[in-house]
């Protein structure tokens, strides 16, 4: 998006246009546009406040109503935080006493509106001119957050006693500037040094100023987390069961040390999982015939940050194997953070047994969840070509090193 699209709506007679637009509806557009158009309205500023009511119309899922009031770009809403998320990480900074952040790689600036929302002073800077403007415009309400065009290299980082009350936030961007597909949208990258700023520029960062946060891929790797005296925290964090993030916490902002979990969903209380509920846990299952009546299926934050030992732990059975995610117990436990199932059958996955066994019961309307094992849910579909009245729950996964298949129905 080039600052053409974008510079006519902040303010002016381009933002009360934007402003006076009724919710996009894909099936108006045109006569929208049309009527606009006919209405005296340049066209480009036509098309640039339809594509910022596109975005909002996305943006409803990250933002709710605050979108109605917001400018976005393609690549900064994808990457945005959203609300409940960035509400917990400018919490962080509030308990350890922190005044002002540095958010160094602001893009919409979904995060500093948490942080300048709780009265925490805000200093941004966005490498990209575009997603800069956005910011600023999306900060307008907190008058003393400061939104620059900049790169993070170039921000003085507050030294000695400053850094008592000062910190960092790092979102680094996991797409590529500039380098566009066909669609329009940037590469994303996945490698760690190919983030902006990269994974040893944030440790940096981190060992300059104690009080820093840095958001990274959920896929951030165990062995990669800062451990020793950085006694740093790895938080996974989902949000109504989708991981979205694994966020790495330094000095004061370290709420456990080490690999924790934070489960939130609507209308619930957040839960943390951390090392100390999985030590100790029972090991997973050594053999198929201990599967249990129950099957507890971890929250995914819970499962990337290695502590399904926990869930384990919490209801007293055993992993079905090694990093799979479920656990079966005889115990019925309810866990805010787990599914919990009830084991109708368990068999060694074998294409034709399971066919038989499911024909015999008339059960067809299959929905085949899959987890540690290699099997692709489609092709098992088409493998097994059942075609009874009756729906089943399958669980492909992997039991004492072998696949295996539960039949289940949620408790
Ligand atoms: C993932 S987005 C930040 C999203 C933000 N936390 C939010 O919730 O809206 C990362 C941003 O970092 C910016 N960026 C990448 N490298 C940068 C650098 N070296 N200096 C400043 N900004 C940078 C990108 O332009 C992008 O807008």
Known sequence: ??????????????????????????????????????????PELVSAALTQSRLRARARAKFGSFAAGMLFTPDGLEQATRLEVAARHAARFLRAEIRLVHDLGCGIGADAMAFAGLDLGVRAVDVDEVTSVVAAMNLRHWPEAQVAHGRAQDVTLPCGEATRHAGLWLDPARRTRGAADISGRSRRVFSLDQISPSWDEVQRYASAVPATGAKLSPAFPHHRVPGGSAGAEANWVSWQGEVLECAIWWGPLVGTVGRTALVMRAGSAAVTVTEADAAGAPPPLSDAARIGTHLYEADRAVIRAGLTGALAHTVGGGELDVGVGYVSSDQLTDVPWAHRYAVVESMPWNAKAVRAWLRERGLGRLTIKKRGVALDPELVRTQLKVTGDEAATLVLTRVAGRPHVLVVRLD
Not at 8 to 24: A, I, K, N
């Open 1 to 42: 998006m080039d600052l053409a699209s974008v510079a006519p709506l902040v303010g002016g007679e381009g933002w009360d246009l934007l402003q006076s637009l009724p919710l996009y509806d894909a099936s108006t557009e045109l006569a929208l546009q049309t009527r606009l158009r006919d209405a005296g309205y340049a």
